[in-house]
């Protein structure tokens, strides 16, 4: 089982290959093939998930950004109509992201302050469920 917190369906969606530090992108790169090829269950969960494990902002198990994804957390689960702990299928949980966030266009104001929001934009790709 992958613990996965809500806002990284965000994350997952838009990643390319850039984060935080070398050991970061690795582990988010395992990550999303896996989720992506196949389709294990997740359990929504707040705080550090399995894709925080090699993020410096990680502090032994505390995110040094906490308020902030902590927010984005609960954000995602009130538009999803979702709870933490919930466990789920991924390919369930990514498509209630992309048609409930991304296509209505409620991603930049839930997390548009996030430093990476120069790299999340709607190419013209299939949804995600379609796969």
Known sequence: MIRLRPHHGMCL????GKGYSGDFVRNMTEYKELL???DPLITL???VDDICAKCPNNRSGVCTSIDKV???DAQVLKICGLKTETTMRYKDFSREVYEKILITGKREK????CRWNGLCFLPSTPDPGDT
């Open 36 to 38: 992506e090829k196949e």
């Open 70 to 72: 902590n927010c984005y």
């Open 13 to 16: 969606y838009f990643f390319k």
């Open 45 to 47: 969960t707040q705080g």
């Open 110 to 113: 839930l997390c548009g302050n």
